[in-house]
């Protein structure tokens, strides 16, 4: 019987250094990320698990990368792999083209801005921004039914007085992405060294989450990660998905009473730790 899914890491480095990027910097990186190494840690799971998530650093850049790809092709052709990636690779045809052969891939992209200033402000790397949009012209062409391209925007302060316009330029450059995901940082690792630069809270953020309700028709799908349920307007709540580790979750003392908390994703604990639980107030009835 497969347990759901496992987080998997492919490589330890990145090829971007977005500020506000959630990898710790010290003992993910002592690991092995070989050829050897990573089949065998892929055959320990064969048959035990639903889907993988394929994460890293970067996990493209992996100088295995195909060759691992190619195990999964033909030992795993029916795990589930969801492969989390800047998407700077897939600027190459024949590497799109490559990992399109994988039966049950979803793609899952993250885009920092809405041209290569504002996109490059965040990842660091002059020419990223092009790679990675037509990295999403390549994926759009070659994805094949069953495939699927999710592309991600993670609020922060840098962009929070322009993510709508990263998400409207989403919306007239990949009108065919199966799913689109607006988050709310993660306060750890890079984004913690770099909090000054990057930090946000929700109340900033604003619970009616300004120009948002008009752009999410646009979309086939649309998420909300990391949003605990008292910080937006209701109208919100249909999107919001609970996608953070149990024990990466604190609930505030006051969540005790609150009538929505089993269906609330609680609060990321670099969040606590950072801003304090203040601004979650809890449900003592229902909201109209
Ligand atoms: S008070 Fe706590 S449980 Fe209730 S919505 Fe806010 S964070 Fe979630």
Known sequence: MPIGNIDFCFWNECNNHCLMCSNPNDSWRQATYDYNNLVSRLKDLKGKVGSITVTGGEPTINPDFARVFDFIKNKLPEARVS??????????????????????????????????????????????????????????????????????VVITKINLSFYTKILSFIKENYPGADRIVL?????????????????????????????????????????????????????????????????????????????????????????????????FRAFLKRVG
């Open 83 to 152: 492969l989390l990636t800047n998407g700077r690779r897939f600027y190459y045809a024949d590497f799109t083209k490559k990992c399109c052969q994988l039966k049950h891939l979803s793609l899952v992209i993250t885009l920092h801005g809405y041209n290569e200033q504002t996109h490059e402000r965040v990842t660091l790397v002059k020419g990223s921004f092009n790679q990675t949009c037509r990295g999403l012209d390549n994926i759009l062409k070659y994805k094949r039914p069953g495939q699927a391209l999710e592309i991600r």
């Open 183 to 279: 988050l709310f940082l993660e306060i750890e690792g890079a984004a913690q060294e770099n909090i000054s630069k990057v930090g946000l809270t929700y109340s900033k953020l604003g619970k009616s989450l300004p120009g948002l309700s008009s752009i999410i028709p646009a979309f086939r799908e649309f998420r909300l990660y990391h949003f605990p349920l008292c910080v937006i307007n209701k109208s919100f709540w249909k999107y919001v998905w609970a996608t953070l580790p149990e024990q990466e979750i604190i609930f505030p003392s006051g969540c005790k009473k609150c009538i929505y908390k089993t269906s609330c994703p609680g609060v990321h604990k670099g969040y606590i730790e950072n801003y304090g639980d203040r601004e």
